[in-house]
Nanobody
Framework: QVQFVTSGGGLVQAGGSLRLSCVGSGTTIGDSAVGWYRQAQGNQRTLIGAVSGGGRTTLTGSVKGRFAISRDNAKNTVNLIMNNLNPEDTATYYC?????????WGQGTQVTVPS
């Protein structure tokens, strides 16, 4: 069964930092592009950034300049480093391929930044 297992979420005060990790289970990320997505309560899941097979990263919208993405192919892992968090970052965070494998979402990891 293909699945991405995410971890590292939690409750953090505004201005704080977190590091999320995502491990491919039943799949080898290899040289595939992998994205980080998030879904706030009541909203659709959206792509916030990605890392190409060659390690090139792209971040979008409000996370640009605050978040960073890295990958470690030897560990089959992609990381999301989040700095200067604010309440609008509260969401469940997932990773998946680009385009996403609909069967591989996993449970995600919850990040909560209280206002």
């Amino acid at each position: 069964q293909v699945q991405f297992v995410t971890s590292g979420g939690g409750l953090v005060q505004a201005g704080g930092s977190l590091r999320l990790s995502c491990v491919g289970s039943g799949t080898t990320i290899g040289d595939s592009a992998v994205g980080w997505y998030r879904q706030a309560q009541g909203n659709q899941r959206t792509l916030i950034g990605a890392v190409s097979g060659g390690g090139r990263t792209t971040l979008t919208g409000s996370v640009k300049g605050r978040f960073a993405i890295s990958r470690d192919n030897a560990k089959n892992t992609v990381n999301l480093i989040m700095n200067n968090l604010n309440p609008e970052d509260t969401a469940t965070y997932y990773c998946n391929y680009i385009p996403p494998n609909p069967n591989a979402w996993g449970q995600g990891t919850q990040v909560t930044v209280p206002s």
